[in-house]
């Protein structure tokens, strides 16, 4: 495991490192061969698909994909519907098809619930990245986990919205409520850019919480995760036992739930660890 207490420099990734690949492989930079295999080919870089979670939308992703994009990797930042973890992750699923080539599937908080269950028998996805998220095993929901240990101050955040659906009955999607969004959400990150964030924020069905898990991708897949040890949605103690049990390659953060925003240079530098672990797998 790996403790970060603050920023952290981005690794050079340019043309020492695309030089230096090439030469281990008996290649050029200028698109040799190896074993009849084109060196781009041999180093495509997989796709990477971003799950933002709930109180979010995918802009949360924007310092991740400013990175990840400069580096050389295709993204997408998936729109997560939140109304409960099988249907939103059939949704990503579509995404995921339309996808050519390896991917490695990143969530935030209630998104970890979604890449859980989407890239299970998937053999394109590669590897799983869980940003202050949920790891469910089967049988288990988000607020169960939340509710695992003390520590989460949500319950006095959430601004609820009762609604009559189509066919009579009535549902209730969960908002945080604005004044408080900053301080529970997101405190590292800038008010002004908070209030931005508790303005555009979307809504999690209330059912949503409650759904159980039916399957874990993360018990079959090379797994990351980045603990946020100041997070007041999911208790830093909540997310170090679903890593240890998932045996994932931790790192911890002393950073808020929205981590991926306050500190995306650090997530974006995950989430390529990840993809070049994967890929040096592919290639033997």
Same mark, same amino acid.
């Given at each position: 495991?790996?403790? =970060?207490n603050g920023?952290?420099?981005?690794?050079?990734?340019?043309?020492?490192?695309?030089l230096t690949?090439?030469?281990?492989?008996?290649?050029?930079?200028?698109?040799?061969?190896? +074993?009849?295999?084109?060196?781009?080919?041999?180093?495509?870089? &997989?796709?990477?698909?971003?799950?933002?979670?709930? $109180?979010? #939308?995918?802009?949360?992703? +924007?310092?991740?994909?400013?990175?990840?994009?400069?580096?050389?990797? &295709?993204?997408?930042?998936?729109?997560?519907?939140?109304?409960?973890?099988?249907? #939103?992750?059939?949704?990503?699923?579509?995404?995921?098809?339309?996808?050519?080539?390896?991917?490695?599937?990143?969530?935030?908080?209630?998104?970890? +619930?979604?890449?859980?269950?989407?890239?299970?028998?998937?053999?394109?996805?590669?590897?799983?990245?869980?940003?202050?998220? $949920?790891?469910?095993? &089967?049988?288990?929901?988000?607020?169960?986990?939340?509710?695992?240990?003390?520590?989460?101050?949500?319950? #006095?955040?959430?601004?609820?919205?009762?609604?009559?659906?189509? #066919?009579?009955?009535?549902?209730?999607?969960?908002?945080?409520?604005?004044?408080? $969004?900053?301080?529970? $959400?997101?405190?590292?990150?800038?008010?002004?850019?908070?209030?931005?964030?508790?303005?555009?924020?979307?809504?999690?069905?209330?059912?949503?919480?409650?759904? %159980?898990?039916?399957?874990?991708?993360? %018990?079959?897949?090379?797994?990351?995760? =980045?603990?946020?040890?100041?997070?007041? +949605?999911?208790?830093?103690a909540v997310?170090?036992?679903?890593?240890?049990?998932?045996?994932?390659?931790?790192?911890?953060?002393?950073?808020?739930?929205?981590?991926?925003?306050?500190?995306?240079?650090?997530?974006?530098?995950? =989430?390529?660890?990840?993809?070049?672990?994967?890929?040096?797998?592919?290639?033997?």
């Amino acid at each position: 495991m790996v403790s =970060i207490n603050g920023g952290r420099k981005r690794l050079a990734t340019g043309v020492v490192s695309t030089l230096t690949a090439c030469l281990a492989l008996g290649g050029s930079a200028l698109g040799g061969t190896a +074993n009849g295999v084109s060196d781009a080919s041999r180093h495509a870089k &997989p796709t990477i698909v971003l799950e933002h979670g709930a $109180f979010a #939308d995918g802009s949360s992703w +924007n310092g991740v994909v400013a990175d990840l994009r400069a580096d050389g990797y &295709p993204v997408v930042a998936a729109a997560n519907p939140l109304r409960g973890p099988a249907s #939103d992750a059939a949704a990503l699923r579509t995404v995921l098809d339309h996808v050519k080539g390896p991917e490695i599937l990143v969530g935030h908080s209630y998104g970890g +619930n979604v890449i859980s269950e989407a890239a299970t028998d998937d053999p394109q996805v590669k590897a799983l990245v869980y940003v202050a998220a $949920f790891l469910p095993a &089967p049988g288990e929901s988000a607020l169960e986990l939340t509710d695992k240990y003390p520590g989460s101050t949500l319950p #006095d955040a959430l601004d609820p919205v009762t609604y009559q659906q189509s #066919d009579g009955t009535t549902a209730t999607d969960l908002y945080i409520q604005q004044d408080k $969004f900053h301080h529970q $959400f997101a405190a590292d990150v800038p008010a002004g850019q908070a209030t931005l964030m508790a303005a555009e924020q979307r809504p999690i069905a209330q059912s949503a919480l409650t759904e %159980k898990a039916t399957t874990a991708a993360w %018990k079959t897949k090379p797994t990351w995760d =980045i603990v946020t040890t100041r997070d007041l +949605n999911i208790p830093a103690a909540v997310q170090r036992y679903m890593a240890k049990r998932a045996h994932a390659h931790t790192t911890e953060v002393a950073a808020s739930h929205s981590v991926a925003v306050s500190h995306p240079h650090l997530v974006a530098d995950i =989430i390529e660890q990840a993809a070049d672990a994967s890929t040096r797998v592919d290639m033997h």
